[in-house]
């Protein structure tokens, strides 16, 4: 038996205990994140957030991020709304975006305890090793307070090679009002992060 989802969707519910079980959001979610096989949009916002240990917070309704076409989903009980990817989105670079996105958001990230989110996106970044070159990279094209943050995060890190190229993407007159501090990032005065 196969039930109807939306307009040409449909799927084979499971039974349990506790009654029919519909598919999870991130399977609900794959047909809008692909096209023609490969994947051009990803989730982020609070709900990536969420999947990342910043927050423990879900929202309403899901941001999907692509560059090149809007996503609005109304769907059951998935509400989805589009935001616009700042690069390309591939299968390769889908994550990475995803925390340059939470670097981006992290003052409006609801619930977020500052001190405890950084030390997550320093082991997060360290855990990047290989692709490290690639995440400074694309964060060119992202907004300056993330390369000054993504720099400082670097610094503190001692990672610093590679990093010259955001120091120099930078004004040095410009400060980012981010609420942190050298008690909280010892190299946020260096980047001109308040």
Request: proline share 5%; net charge positive.
């Amino acid at each position: 038996m196969i039930k109807k989802l939306s307009k040409g969707r449909f799927y084979k519910p499971k039974q349990t205990l506790f009654g029919e079980k519909k598919p999870d959001e991130e399977q609900l979610l794959k047909p809008y994140l692909y096209q023609n096989g490969k994947r051009t949009a990803y989730i982020t916002g609070d709900y990536l957030y969420n999947q990342l240990g910043l927050t423990i917070q879900l929202p309403a309704i899901i941001k999907i991020a692509t560059r090149d076409r809007r996503i609005f989903i109304h769907t059951g009980a998935i509400r989805a709304t589009a935001v616009k990817s700042y690069v390309d989105v591939t299968e390769e670079n889908y994550q990475l975006l995803g925390f340059l996105d939470a670097l981006k958001d992290i003052r409006q990230i609801p619930d977020i305890n500052l001190p405890a989110a950084l030390t997550l996106l320093k082991n997060r970044i360290k855990a990047l090793a290989p692709q490290r070159k690639t995440l400074v990279d694309y964060a060119l094209a992202y907004p300056a307070r993330v390369r000054a943050l993504l720099g400082a995060l670097l610094w503190e890190l001692a990672l610093i090679e590679g990093t010259q190229v955001l120091k120099n993407s930078l004004n040095p007159l410009t400060t980012y009002k981010l609420g942190l501090d050298d008690n909280i990032l010892s190299t946020a005065s260096q980047w001109n992060i308040q």
